[in-house]
């Protein structure tokens, strides 16, 4: 399922960096996908292989319903959305301005933050367009 | 034989030199000339064939081997069309009855005929000039005029039965599914059902016909669904889709031309679905079914 | 599922159509939800359904069919499932100019219950042209496995086809309806 030479070795191999020290710095991450819009993985960290593609298919379904559900309620265009349950958080943020689009899931415990987290995150989403737009 | 049927039907049945009977029954290996001398007077045939043979062309078939109570209903079938015989003649005549050696049923025939031989990359061809139909023997396509290709799909074409040929279609000739030709050869054929259909058996869909190609109207729509979920006899057919019965025999005419029909058994053995199916019962989703058919232009 | 709504899934493989389909019959140009396609070897066009395609249509009284297309590729098999739970019915569209047609064919028909759980028309696009599978293979394909699901040839850029397809299913979830009652 995954699709690596299609988004670039380069590309592809910095943005793997980002993630794992994205993961190494920020409390409660367990796993994080790098996924294309259409539901391909691009990198990955601490999941299974099949959990992966399972992950980046299902977030990139998410992320096409909630910019669908924004475009609905007219807010235009939805930059990130957030699952929160007891146990866990899963954030799934576009990266702005990356060409093919592509969007980031992650996966945390409930050890850490949330705004921290999202904070992380969200520089880590820069990093990674950086990576995708050079 | 006559002994095994003493006393289990409504009629009693006595064994008679060919020219005095009411009945004949012969097999495929029979004396021909009685048969042939049979098949001009109105007089019914019950043909008897094998499995392996191709179902003869007569209204009443039994498939060797068969049990007792197979030709007991034959029986019953041929008394009761002696009967209707009796009444129409009291009456006014069938508007459209079948008979065999018309051109429409011979044409049919042929193309059945074809389904069961072996393709050799032939054309077989039928008809006059303007009205020319040739057909591939591996039930391809068929090749017509443009206006013949329109007429057929409206009323039943004057065809003879379909001959080899070495002629290739003339320019300008289209080439279309013979499914279609098949189609509504069966579907005009006759308003009472076909002699290629065992008006003895229990019917139900091999595979649906092509309603993309042919434009299946919602009644042919709702018969093919009903014979999607379970084998029905002709009348219990007619009697649970509530449609007209030349409708339903026009169905069963042209699957069975379109080889698309399974037809098995003898419908008396019970071999039919449960009565479950009602069509059109005001069900859960009746309400909604009509109003979206309305809203989308869909009635009929 | 409510009284006065259903919903209908169209599914089938990327570029069958699915999306064509439900803007032709849906009162409002659907919902979609497609995606940069970066798959080009698996189908040549440009956006792909990641999500989900939504229609309507209002019906008298204030009740209402619901039109809900899935996204084609296996790895969206998960929202297959979503999306087909409580369908009253499905409609599965194949493009018989694609190689692994027939495979598709039994991967949707299969995933979707093979016409047990909810009554399943089949549309094939492109059966006519050169190179691609004749109708009668997706016939074929099906009765080999003891199935027999309306199967015809259709091209959904027509509304009177997408209507051929949803008027068949209303056909088969009549007597489904019936035979379940009764039952």
Request: overall charge neutral; glycine content about 10%; hydrophobic content about 45%.
């Amino acid at each position: 399922m995954s699709a690596v030479p299609r988004f670039g070795r380069v590309a592809t191999g910095v943005a793997q960096k980002h993630l794992e020290s994205f993961a190494q710095m920020t409390p409660g991450v367990m796993s994080a996908v790098l996924l294309s819009a259409d539901g391909f993985e691009v990198a990955s960290l601490q999941v299974g292989r099949g959990g992966a593609a399972r992950l980046a298919a299902m977030g990139s379904s998410l992320s096409a319903i909630g910019s669908a559900i924004a475009k609905e309620a007219g807010i235009v265009e939805c930059s990130r959305m957030i699952i929160e349950s007891d146990s866990g958080t899963v954030v799934i943020m576009n990266i702005p301005d990356a060409r093919p689009p592509l969007s980031l899931a992650i996966v945390a415990g409930d050890g850490g933050v949330l705004g921290q987290l999202l904070w992380a995150a969200k520089n880590c989403c820069i990093a990674i367009a950086r990576a995708f737009r050079e | 034989m006559l002994k095994i049927l003493d006393g289990r039907g409504g009629l009693s049945w006595a064994l008679a030199p060919p020219d005095q009977a009411d009945v004949l029954i012969a097999g495929t290996h029979g004396d021909d000339l009685v048969a042939r001398h049979w098949a001009k007077t109105d007089k019914p045939l019950i043909a008897v064939y094998e499995a392996s043979a191709a179902r003869p062309l007569t209204p009443y078939t039994l498939h060797h081997p068969f049990r007792v109570m197979q030709l007991l209903g034959v029986l019953e079938d041929v008394d009761q069309a002696l009967g209707d015989t009796l009444h129409d003649a009291a009456r006014t005549p069938r508007a459209e009855s079948i008979r065999i050696g018309s051109a429409g049923i011979d044409f049919a025939e042929s193309l059945r005929l074809l389904a069961r031989s072996s393709a050799g990359g032939n054309l077989h061809a039928a008809g006059d000039a303007a009205t020319r139909v040739y057909v591939r023997d591996d039930l391809s396509v068929y090749y017509a005029g443009a206006e013949t290709a329109r007429r057929l799909t409206r009323e039943a074409l004057p065809l003879a039965a379909l001959r080899l040929t070495a002629d290739t279609p003339p320019p300008g000739f289209v080439c279309r599914p013979v499914l279609e030709l098949a189609w509504f050869t069966g579907w005009h054929a006759a308003d009472t059902l076909a002699p290629w259909v065992d008006r003895g058996a229990t019917h139900r869909l091999r595979r649906w016909p092509d309603f993309g190609l042919l434009r299946g109207t919602r009644n042919q729509l709702a018969l093919a669904a009903l014979l999607t979920h379970a084998s029905y006899s002709r009348a219990r057919l007619v009697e649970v889709s509530r449609q007209p019965a030349a409708n339903v025999d026009r169905f069963l005419n042209a699957c069975a031309l379109s080889g698309v029909l399974a037809s098995t058994g003898d419908a008396a053995r019970g071999a039919e679905g449960a009565g479950a199916f009602i069509a059109n019962s005001a069900a859960r989703f009746g309400g909604l079914i009509r109003g979206l058919r309305a809203r989308l232009g869909l009635t009929t | 599922m409510s009284e006065h709504e259903f919903k209908i899934v169209f599914t089938g493989p990327m570029g069958a159509g699915k999306t064509t389909a439900i803007a032709a019959i849906s009162d409002e140009p659907p919902v979609s939800t497609d995606v940069v396609n970066t798959d080009r070897a698996a189908f040549d066009k440009p956006e792909t359904t990641a999500g989900l395609d939504y229609g309507r249509i209002a019906l008298d009284g204030g009740a209402s069919v619901r039109l809900y297309g899935t996204p084609g590729q296996l790895r969206y098999r998960f929202l297959w499932d979503i999306l087909g739970s409580n369908a009253a019915g499905v409609i599965v569209l194949i493009d018989a100019a694609q190689a692994d047609a027939l495979v598709q064919l039994d991967a949707f028909v299969d995933a979707f219950g093979g016409g047990r759980r909810a009554p399943i028309v089949v549309g094939i696009g492109r059966s006519g042209q050169s190179g691609a599978l004749p109708l009668d293979a997706f016939a074929q394909r099906l009765e080999s496995h003891g199935l027999t699901l309306p199967v015809f040839g259709v091209d959904v850029r027509r509304r009177d086809d997408v209507l051929l397809l949803v008027d068949t299913l209303l056909c088969l979830l009549e007597l489904d309806d019936a035979s379940r009652r009764t039952a």
